[in-house]
């Protein structure tokens, strides 16, 4: 999946204005950037976004000008072929394939972003597909040569419990990208002080899970070892298609976990999507590598195939 969230904020930030846009369409190998990938180029020669981690960036820009300009949309092939390739290719090996369409009703239509941003704030993904062989991008199913790019909600972490590692957690994820929510009943735990920049929400966290209709880009971190505050936050993020569920605790403790939410009614098959203890077993000592082992494990929830 492609992380095209700067992307589409700056689609929003600079509608109007005449606009490029640049997107990964086909990779072969090692590609430094996944299908989907936008780069938005700003008629003044701004830009967002990346198709290749900067190897073809320049080049990218030219045909943005020259689509700006008014030539036709173009579909530009990169890879390693001779030693050129360090000038205008990609010395990873790779090869990727990029359509550059302008922002436009013949090439990206301006309110598709708008029909996205609308999808992505209800917590819906949308899909978006291009006729290669026109260079328009349509909602509208197409027959022959086609590109379908995903946009899926933003990721959202929702940490239940106000602890050290949740501190630790709250970090990581923002240098992720993920939008973190700590939930905690406990004031004197839940303070600006401890989670400086992070959205902090004192309600029960049943109620608090529940009011954020958590899909499949959301994760629910249960981490306060209080029963009365971690039990019903699971009940809630099992009720929904939530992404990832972990909970922090021995294997004992979620043995007996498991017998009081199957009490509360929670099937089996709900109760197996619980990862407990949380987190990939990379043997870690101190809430530091215990969140990072939390992370890796949400990130690897996040990018499995979906059925």
Not at 60 to 72: C, E
Not at 226 to 237: G, T, Y
Request: net charge negative; charged share 20%.
């Amino acid at each position: 999946m492609a992380d095209n969230d700067s992307v589409l904020a700056a689609a929003s930030a600079w509608k109007g204005a005449r606009l490029a846009l640049a997107t990964v369409v086909s990779t072969w190998g090692s590609a430094p950037r996944p299908r989907g990938s936008h780069m938005l180029v700003h008629e003044d020669g701004r830009f967002e976004g990346s198709v290749s981690g900067g190897c073809v960036e320049s080049d990218i820009m030219a045909a943005a000008a020259d689509v700006l300009a008014g030539a036709p949309f173009q579909l530009k092939r990169y890879g390693v072929a001779d030693a050129a390739a360090w000038e205008v290719g990609l010395p990873c090996g790779g090869e990727i394939e990029v359509l550059v369409q302008p922002v436009a009703a013949d090439g990206f239509d301006p309110e598709l972003f708008d029909r996205i941003a609308e999808a992505r704030a209800q917590g819906q993904a949308l899909s978006v597909n291009t006729d290669l062989g026109s260079g328009q991008s349509s909602l509208r199913p197409i027959e022959g040569a086609a590109f379908v790019n995903r946009y899926d909600p933003p990721r959202r972490l929702l940490i239940v419990g106000a602890v050290q590692i949740a501190q630790a957690l709250a970090g990581l994820a923002r240098e992720l990208g993920i939008t973190t929510i700590v939930i905690d009943p406990r004031a004197r735990f839940l303070t600006e002080e401890r989670f400086p920049g992070v959205t902090l929400d004192d309600r029960w966290p049943d109620e608090a899970i529940s009011a954020y209709l958590p899909g499949p880009a959301t994760a629910v971190v249960t981490l306060s070892h209080d029963i009365k505050i971690d039990d019903p936050a699971l009940i809630a993020a099992l009720a929904a298609p939530t992404g990832y569920v972990g909970a922090l605790g021995s294997r004992r403790s979620h043995a007996a976990r498991r017998e009081r939410l199957a009490a509360a009614g929670v099937t089996d098959a709900d109760l197996d999507r619980i990862d407990a203890p949380v987190g990939l077993d990379i043997g870690a000592i101190g809430p530091a590598e215990i969140a990072l082992s939390v992370a890796a494990a949400m990130i690897a929830a996040f990018h499995a195939p979906r059925s």
